[in-house]
């Protein structure tokens, strides 16, 4: 679930809910990942550990508010240019491909690139 979270730029919460609604079974609740994980390697980040981190920075680089609209709810952080079209480690991971925007916002700027379906995700999160 992170990783389609993190493919498609919504919020876990985001795939849990369409999860459910839509009938889709998820892992046993029992399934270590992180450093629970059997295999984990300190050095050997996750990507999503890697956009967690990510996202935290560009939060904090824009004050914890919305770039578009100031508001300090529901806050993303959003690549300016899409992980699908260019995933090289400068724009996955680089502060200066990512804007906070809140989750009115982010789904706009994904409606005005015409990802209208990530924008409905966005749209329909529950937090």
């Known amino acids: 679930?992170?990783?389609?979270?993190?493919?498609?730029?919504?919020?876990?919460?985001?795939?849990?809910?369409?999860?459910?609604?839509?009938?889709?079974?998820?892992?046993?609740?029992?399934?270590?990942?992180?450093?629970?994980?059997?295999?984990w390697k300190e050095d050997n980040a996750t990507d999503h550990t890697r956009l967690a981190k990510w996202a935290d920075q560009?939060?904090?680089?824009?004050?914890?508010?919305?770039?578009?609209?100031?508001?300090?709810?529901?806050l993303h952080a959003?690549?300016?240019?899409?992980?699908?079209?260019?995933?090289?480690?400068?724009?996955?991971?680089?502060?200066d491909n990512g804007e906070t925007l809140c989750r009115a916002c982010h789904a706009k700027r994904h409606r005005e690139r015409g990802d209208e379906s990530i924008a409905r995700l966005l749209r329909h999160t529950p937090h």
Do not use: N
């Open 1 to 39: 679930m992170e990783e389609m979270a993190d493919t498609t730029g919504v919020g876990l919460q985001a795939v849990q809910y369409w999860m459910i609604e839509h009938g889709i079974k998820r892992r046993d609740p029992g399934f270590r990942s992180g450093e629970d994980h059997p295999l």
């Open 58 to 74: 560009v939060k904090e680089r824009d004050g914890h508010a919305c770039v578009a609209c100031s508001s300090t709810e529901r």
């Open 78 to 95: 959003h690549h300016v240019v899409p992980k699908y079209e260019d995933q090289s480690e400068e724009m996955l991971y680089g502060l």
